[in-house]
Nanobody, 116 residues
């Protein structure tokens, strides 16, 4: 019965910024590392960034230096600040557990489109 809901996506020009938010039912963020994933058309879902319960972060090579993941365990929320967006960042973005044997059903995701 855990539900993951992603928001904050939209249409942005190259070089622009967006902040994505993910909220989960229950208190799963207090006990699980969380991550952001994305899936572009014609490609498999890939990890974008991960964050442990203590706040340590890890980033995919393609977004390192441009994206920042953060979390609020009390609010059961995880965020992704995306700066210097590129057209290749266009994808549907999802949140879920990271480095864990426990994965929850995927949410609807939020569409990020980077285009001029």
């Amino acid at each position: 019965q855990v539900q993951l809901v992603e928001t904050g996506g939209g249409l942005v020009q190259p070089g622009g910024s967006l902040r994505l938010s993910c909220v989960a039912s229950g208190s799963i963020f207090s006990i699980y590392p969380m991550g952001w994933y994305r899936q572009a058309p014609g490609k498999q879902r890939e990890l974008v960034a991960g964050i442990t319960t203590s706040g340590r972060t890890d980033y995919g090579r393609s977004v390192n230096g441009r994206f920042t993941i953060s979390r609020d365990n009390v609010k059961n929320m995880v965020y992704l600040q995306m700066n210097s967006l590129k057209t290749e960042d266009t994808a549907v973005y999802y949140c879920n557990t990271y480095l864990s044997n426990t994965n929850y059903p995927w949410g609807q995701g939020t569409q990020v489109t980077v285009s001029s």
